[in-house]
């Protein structure tokens, strides 16, 4: 962990004035000797000449040793902070994810879902100029995207066929609930993951749920992971659905240019392709197309 500015300035500043003391005792020091030549006897002014030395020295010490233990301190602190940051954000991380986890296994998923999510969305964010704090986050966000699953009654989640519509409208109900699940923590991350939640099934022509949000309305977050689900899910089997091949899911995703997703992220999305394939074979599972 990188100094503060205002430690950095007083590093400066206690450097500045170890100088100044030793430019102070080597302009002394001259000038004792002077003194001493002119006069065999130790004046007044000698003696103090001689302080002036002896306490320019002292003070350069002082401070030496004062900067020393500060660089020393802040060295020592800053890897034991760093190491206590890694240790509760990895903590925190790992219950993010089996909490994402969770809502997948009643789903019929595993692990590996909420992992391509995640590197979908980061592959198609860094396209669209997002900064590495936001990549960092949406990793993570958008694995939480179906959290509210978990509240989703099992002989609707699982039903091989279609829904009635009574049954549809619980079935849209995961995103409010995952909505509330998230709801009331000031975490960036939990505020993040908690939009997603809300606008990954919204429409960029504004007839998606829950809300009907369109275009730019919709968060960016939301509109990239909506996207990464939807590849997802078209290239994996689901109760309703077999797996569809590669090129036929691309294609699908490409007539929904404008209608049901951002033109922009879906650019990016086609830019990557290579990338997105290359996701979709390191976290495969047993449903994946081959």
């Not at 994402?100 to 979908?120: P, Q």
């Not at 504004?206 to 919709?218: A, S, V």
């Amino acid at each position: 962990m990188a100094m503060t500015k205002q430690k950095k300035e007083g590093e400066e500043i206690l450097a500045g004035q170890i100088q100044y003391y030793q430019q102070q005792a080597s302009i002394y020091a001259k000038e004792l000797a002077q003194t001493y030549k002119k006069e065999e006897k130790l004046s007044k002014l000698l003696k103090e000449k001689v302080a002036d030395v002896n306490e320019a020295y002292k003070q350069s010490l002082i401070y030496a040793k004062e900067l020393n233990e500060l660089y020393q301190s802040e060295k020592e602190n800053s890897k034991l902070l760093d190491q206590a940051y890694q240790k509760i954000k990895k903590s925190y991380l790992d219950t993010v994810f089996l909490l994402s986890k969770a809502a997948e296994f009643r789903d019929e998923e595993t692990g590996e879902h909420i992992k391509r999510i995640g590197h979908y969305s980061v592959a198609i964010a860094r396209v669209m100029g997002l900064t590495s704090t936001e990549l960092d986050t949406i990793l993570y966000a958008s694995q939480m995207h179906d959290i509210g699953k978990i509240g989703i009654p099992d002989y609707i989640l699982f039903k091989p066929g279609k829904h009635t519509p009574e049954e549809w409208e619980v079935m849209k109900s995961h995103t409010l609930i995952g909505g509330k699940i998230l709801s009331g923590s000031d975490e960036p991350l939990l505020g993040t993951s908690r939009e997603i939640a809300l606008t990954h099934h919204e429409r960029w022509d504004g007839n998606g749920y829950p809300y009907r949000l369109k275009g730019t309305d919709i968060p960016i977050m939301g509109r990239i992971t909506s996207l990464a689900d939807v590849f997802d899910a078209l290239t994996n089997r689901r109760p309703y659905k077999p797996a569809f091949s590669n090129s036929k899911s691309f294609e699908i995703i490409g007539e929904g240019v404008g209608t049901q997703f951002d033109p922009h992220v879906c650019e990016a999305f086609f830019s990557v392709q290579t990338e997105i394939l290359e996701i979709q074979k390191r976290f495969r599972d047993a449903n994946s197309v081959r």
